[in-house]
């Protein structure tokens, strides 16, 4: 069955409704704008004090794009499964936006009719029913499992085709069988998956050909790092689809800020994958509030001397370069305007626990932290007590003194699609343990796969993937057309939410093995967990960039 045999008006039903929907969300935002603004700019005060409003309206905002772009992705000879899926998602979307707009509305006296009469629409009652009631839902399940997994179908050239081939089977035959011994074990990820991702060339995927990389020397391949990331991923995220992340923020940083030398000489080196790198951006008392970050370099003779903490920094044993962000300017009051990128360099340690102290009396510490998943990299509470730093060492030297945030977030951009593609490949991964096992396993005499509630859950899980999946590459497209900054953000924290959703249900599927450690979506369940906190947790997101953005959009349009 195509779309052309379904009935046209669901597919123009759906479509009809979110474009009624998008004013309705358009008017929201801006009755929101002019109550965080104070003569036409937004004020601090004001929006922490719509904090609640804003995050709403960001998630509002994440919904409402990624059913948008659900429906523009049914080609007229769309798949029955590809069109069942997508209407199954717009339900979904609709069905959260809605009274979030409600709330928004009441708490800002905007009028409640609009909203209402739409909720209260036939043509929205006749979607809910013949686009995901449960006959449909039932319906859709079936497909799937037809399909074998085979949904999100997303166009990709000839070149990104092969290489979403190429690592799948590397994923699949290389990556998986060691996948449950890292995590059991807590192991670090070893060698003998490292030295075939540098072989290929995994580690320069986001620096250009001219310095040892792959990608273009005259714009960003944000797709393949989005395919690469997303197989890999499906194997394990922590001992392969999170490799990738760290050399690129440090290699967009360098690109972004760095002297002709630092280039000529560090992204080389990074893009073979040696020395491996780590990010240390967060402190103990900052978290996510980068701009208050209080990690200290003192001016000395030939460089700088680091003294400070910083946590959650990915890697830092096993790798041989820190990007660090330092304070350089010892006026707190600058902030975000005082810091400076340090590059650390220091040996690899297999270990959950390492110290070096330079010949000077220099001294780096750092110690595992224990968590519930994403073994394999290990994330370090890392202590620096004087440690030198050449000033060659200093992202953009001299005149990169204070420069430090903007070239962090120069990197932290891809790192959040890469987020987002890591993510897909989790669920990916999850609905199709989930559509395996219940095939096999029989309740009552019966398969699971034969009940309509796993039909159910089985269809809204891969509804999800399906438009998360599909975002993900369109604003992936975007970007690398030189715009969708914000989307990157907002895809990031669909995706993630969603992680957890689907490989919740994935075990929740699996009853009693689930649970246990031997079965994969164990893994996958805890792994999950962690996206919507690090590359930007998502409140940071919803709050800093998403809503931000949107209510800066609309109070520049209306002072137009």
């Known amino acids: 069955m195509k779309m052309n045999d379904l009935p046209p008006d669901m597919v123009h039903s759906a479509r009809d409704l979110l474009g009624r929907l998008r004013p309705l969300f358009d008017a929201r935002v801006a009755a929101l704008a002019v109550a965080c603004a104070v003569d036409g700019r937004l004020d601090a ?9 804003s995050f709403d309206l960001a998630w509002a905002s994440a919904d409402l794009l990624a059913a948008e772009n659900a429906m523009r992705a049914l080609a007229p000879d769309a798949r029955e499964i590809d069109v069942q899926l997508a209407l199954i998602f717009v339900v979904e979307a609709v069905s959260a936006v809605l009274p979030k707009l409600e709330s928004l509305s009441l708490e800002l006296g905007q009028p409640l009719a609009p909203l209402q009469a739409l909720a209260a629409a036939p043509e929205w009652a006749a979607l809910r029913l013949a686009g995901a009631g449960a006959e449909a839902l039932a319906n859709a399940g079936r497909a799937l499992a037809r399909a074998d997994g085979d949904i999100g179908r997303v166009v990709l050239d000839e070149p990104l085709t092969m290489a979403q081939d190429a690592f799948r089977r590397f994923a699949a035959d290389v990556v998986a069988p060691q996948a449950e011994a890292i995590h059991r074990h807590d192991l670090t990820v070893p060698e003998s998956l490292l030295q075939p991702m540098r072989e290929m060339g995994v580690f320069g995927l986001s620096i250009p050909e001219q310095y040892g990389g792959s990608a273009p020397n005259d714009r960003e391949d944000t797709l393949m790092m ?16 999170s490799l990738i992340t760290r050399p690129e923020i440090l290699s967009r940083a360098l690109l972004a800020g760095g ?33 208050g970050l209080a990690f200290k370099g003192t001016r000395t003779e030939g460089g700088w001397l680091l003294t ?6 990915t890697f830092a044993g096993k790798a041989g370069l820190l990007m660090v962000v330092t304070r350089t300017d010892p006026d707190r009051s600058a902030g975000h305007r005082g810091l400076s990128l340090m590059m650390v360099e220091k040996p690899s340690h297999d270990g959950h626990a390492f110290e070096f102290i330079q010949p000077t009396g220099g001294r780096l510490s750092g110690k595992a932290i224990p968590t519930i998943g994403y073994r394999g990299m290990h994330s370090f509470d890392l202590s620096f007590d004087n440690f030198f730093v050449p000033d060659a060492n200093v992202i953009g030297e001299e005149g990169g003194l204070g420069k430090g945030f903007y070239f962090t977030m120069a990197g932290m951009m891809g790192g959040r ?144």
């Open 259 to 291: 002297t002709e030398a630092q280039k000529q000489h560090w992204l080389p080196k990074i893009a073979a994958g040696d020395p491996l790198c780590a990010i240390a951006i967060t402190e103990p008392d900052f978290g996510s509030d980068v701009a």
């Open 45 to 53: 005060g004001r929006l922490d004090a719509h904090q609640v409003a």
């Open 417 to 560: 699609m890469q987020t987002a593609a890591r993510a897909a490949g989790v669920m990916r991964a999850a609905l199709r343990a989930a559509l395996s096992y219940a095939a096999d396993r029989k309740v009552f005499g019966a398969p699971l796969l034969d009940y309509p509630l796993t039909l159910a859950k089985l269809a809204r899980m891969a509804a999800r993937f399906a438009a998360c999946r599909q975002l993900a590459y369109a604003v992936g497209r975007v970007l690398d057309q030189g715009g969708g900054r914000m989307e990157a953000s907002l895809v990031k924290l669909l995706a993630c939410r969603s992680a957890e959703l689907v490989t919740r249900e994935a075990l929740q599927i699996h009853g009693g093995m689930g649970y246990a450690e031997e079965t994969a979506v164990s893994r996958l369940f805890v792994d999950a967990r962690v996206l919507s906190i690090f590359e930007g947790a998502e409140e940071t997101l919803a709050l800093k960039v998403i809503a931000r953005s949107l209510l800066e959009g609309a109070l520049e349009t209306a002072a137009v």
């Open 308 to 313: 400070g903490a910083k946590t959650w920094c």
């Open 226 to 241: 989005v395919v690469v990331t997303e197989a890999l991923s499906e194997a394990s995220l922590a001992a392969a689809g």
